[in-house]
């Protein structure tokens, strides 16, 4: 479970990049999830297959992009600004 700031908002330690046009719309990725910041979109792309959409509190595991079988994910962890320990 990923972790809360002061206001009880979830922590965000990265990001992912979906290439919604690529997707078949597995769900393989939203299962796989950690944090579960992963749901399916209620919109299809171009090829009529609904995308994952990703929600605030990725930590940037990997988990999705490691199960994607159409290479959709690009994932990005944020590093911390110097002085700060990371979390």
């Given amino acids: 479970m990923s972790k809360r700031d002061s206001s009880g908002r979830r922590q965000t330690r990265g990001t992912v990049v979906i290439d919604k046009d690529r997707c078949k719309g597995c769900e393989l990725c939203v299962a796989a999830c950690p944090p579960r910041v992963l749901v399916m979109s209620?919109?299809?792309n171009a090829m009529g297959y609904r995308y994952p959409q990703l929600l605030a509190g990725c930590t940037g595991c990997t988990a999705c992009?490691?199960?994607?079988p159409d290479f959709v994910f690009s994932v990005y962890r944020f590093t911390p600004a110097p002085g700060r320990a990371a979390a």
């Avoid at 992009?65 to 994607?68: A, S």
């Fill in 42 to 44: 209620t919109e299809v």
């Fill in 65 to 68: 992009q490691l199960v994607c």
